[in-house]
T-cell receptor, first 113, second 115 residues
């Protein structure tokens, strides 16, 4: 299995632009998580899905952030408009429903200038 | 407010010695704790876990200790190897959320093991 696949690996964009991060979970996994890593706060859960349905989006910082999971093999995290403080590493993770130990992708390093 | 705290941003130890990484939590509703390891340019990988009904769990060179009264857990690596150099994240799961996989992570501690 290829594991959780995220794209792009690196993204540099200008403030105000729309950014879309992509994730392909491990085949068969039915829970998907989006995390953001910063130096100050470590890994923060932004949103998670079970069976493609968003369950908890309380970690999404602002309305500028949105996430979708149109099918079991694909999810997106969108930031519109982006701001410099959104600069961070964004991770996607997946697991089987009810299994706490999730598998993480390699992350997308986002830089907003 | 940070419910899971790793107060030491970094730790340096000599190869062969013991590494002790610490983690404190504030929420008494946490019932399951995990440690993840992260190498540069990679995602975190699960390392070891412990349920709140236990006070110790061991897996090879890695042992996690849980002190519920102090709301403190620690990860011991013995003996430490240069390949253990990575960022270690402590994470906790809240009771009642076992079917969601939702975790609260700490800030991470960077371990450097010197040859």
């Amino acid at each position: 299995d290829a594991g959780v696949i995220q794209s792009p690996r690196h993204e540099v964009t200008e403030m105000g632009q729309e950014v879309t991060l992509r994730c392909k979970p491990i085949s068969g996994h039915n829970s998907l998580f989006w995390y953001r890593q910063t130096m100050m706060r470590g890994l923060e859960l932004l949103i998670y899905f079970n069976n493609n349905v968003p369950i908890d989006d309380s970690g999404m910082p602002e309305d500028r952030f949105s996430a979708k999971m149109p099918n079991a093999s694909f999810s997106t995290l969108k930031i519109q408009p982006s701001e410099p403080r959104d600069s961070a590493v964004y991770f996607c993770a997946s697991s089987f429903w009810g299994v706490t130990e999730a598998f993480f992708g390699q992350g997308t390093r986002l830089t907003v200038v | 407010d940070q419910q899971v705290k790793q107060n030491s941003p970094s730790l340096s130890v000599q190869e062969g010695r013991i590494s002790i990484l610490n983690c404190d939590y504030t929420n008494s509703m946490f019932d399951y704790f995990l440690w993840y390891k992260k190498y540069p340019a990679e995602g975190p990988t699960f390392l070891i876990s412990i349920s709140s009904i236990k006070d110790k769990n061991e897996d090879g060179r890695f042992t996690v200790f849980l002190n519920k009264s102090a709301k403190h857990l620690s990860l011991h690596i013995v003996p430490s190897q240069p390949g253990d150099s990575a960022v270690y994240f402590c994470a906790a799961r809240r009771r009642g959320s076992s079917n969601t996989g939702k975790l609260i992570f700490g800030q991470g501690t960077t371990l450097q093991v010197k040859p």
